[in-house]
């Protein structure tokens, strides 16, 4: 697990250059054996690192760190609403709190500011903005994570990242209605990161039913999505994102599934992913995409989704979560997100839930 004294370390290893164990250990107040430690663990969490007697350590693969600076200001480049760095987000009504400023049912705005905020490390950047929901208002709220130490993906499974490898954030939301109307989000979202991934050149990604992102059948991020509310409305989203930027090939052979990442799609020779902007894109595209959905649903997106979807047109087969298994083409999605299957003349609708899709 890396901590806040390991961070700082690579942060100095961050210009690739060789540095004596002394020197590390004298700017951060630690013994050298201390910091031989914390370099090991940053080893484990999938940093390249090179150890030469007499010269010191240097970083193999230096990643851009996540710089809240560098993520205001591309934002503001592509013309978003940027929160002030100090705002800070205005608490919610308790019960019994009357004169509380209430961000009200009728009074959620369209276009949030985003409000961007960047950590070393969290338990998961969806359950620090679920914490933080159930006191403070967290509409375009926007946390990212250099590494998270109980990154959580659907169905329960852990989500793993490598730090500097990966980009893992999570956006607040709101919406003046309920469940019902958010069923279709995540797939709205997937459409959203797509469109963003393009617009830094990196072409080829795909969804997969209901919000996986694949390239050529390989999983290089995910989406999750979480919801907090009444039934009737409001609700509070968080939605979590997930992507594969660059993996050593060790992790990539520890997750459970083919996975792959964006450096690949990108190709060989291509410039290295510049985290920052990416990040900075993606919020964009993902506050631009929610304020739609929140005035229209999931209508405008269906037919960019089904566009994008791998499987659109093909036979394939859902597990369901009591084991059963569904076989079918895939017709499309409904206006509410479901899946469409066609089996002969026969249509079944599928919501995403705990179901996954698997090539027939
Ligand atoms: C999946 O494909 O299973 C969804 C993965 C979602 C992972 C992201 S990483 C940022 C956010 N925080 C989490 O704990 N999970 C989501």
Redesign the pocket.
């Known amino acids: 697990m890396l901590t806040p004294l390991g961070f700082s370390l690579l942060r100095q290893l961050s210009d690739g250059a060789f540095h004596s164990g002394e020197d590390l250990a004298a700017t951060v107040g630690l013994t050298r054996a201390r910091v031989s430690q914390l370099l090991k663990q940053a080893e484990t969490a999938g940093l390249a690192l090179e150890r030469v007697r007499g010269r010191g350590y240097r970083l193999l693969a230096t990643p851009d760190f996540l710089d809240v600076k560098e993520i205001r200001a591309a934002l503001e480049a592509l013309g978003a609403e940027v929160a002030p760095p100090d705002a800070k987000a205005p608490l919610l009504p308790a019960a019994n709190d009357d004169d509380l400023v209430v961000p009200g049912a009728s009074t959620i705005p369209l276009h949030p500011a985003i409000a961007v905020e960047i950590t070393d490390q969290v338990d ?4 620090e903005l679920l914490r933080r929901a159930t006191r403070r208002d967290i509409h375009g709220a926007l946390l990212a994570a250099e590494w ?1 130490t ?6 329960g ?1 852990i ?1 793993t ?1 490598v730090a500097g490898g990966s980009l ?3 956006l607040g939301w709101r919406f003046e209605q309920g469940a019902g109307f958010v069923a279709g989000l995540s797939l709205a979202v997937g459409v959203a990161v797509v469109r963003a991934l393009e617009a830094e050149g990196l072409s080829g990604v795909e969804l997969k039913w209901p ?2 992102l694949v390239h050529r059948h390989l999983k290089v991020g ?3 999505v979480e919801l907090n509310g009444d039934a009737l409305g409001p609700s509070t989203v968080v939605v ?3 992507l594969n930027i660059r993996l050593p090939q060790a992790i990539k052979r520890d997750i459970a599934q083919p996975v792959s990442d964006l450096a690949t799609v990108a190709g060989r020779g291509a410039p290295p992913i510049d985290r920052n902007k990416l990040l900075a894109r993606l919020a964009c595209e993902l506050a631009a995409s929610l304020s739609q959905y929140a005035a229209q649903g999931f209508m405008p997106f269906a037919a960019e989704w089904q566009r994008r979807h791998a499987y659109q047109g093909k036979p394939v087969r859902l597990l369901l979560p009591d084991g059963e298994q569904v076989k079918g083409t895939v017709a499309g999605v409904d206006s509410t997100g479901a899946l469409v299957l066609a089996d002969g003349p026969r249509r079944s609708r599928f919501l995403a839930g705990e179901i996954s899709l698997r090539r027939a």
């Open positions: 998961s950047t969806s359950t998270q109980a990154g959580r993906g659907r169905r499974r989500w990242a893992t954030f999570s919000n996986d995910g989406i999750l979590g994102v997930g």
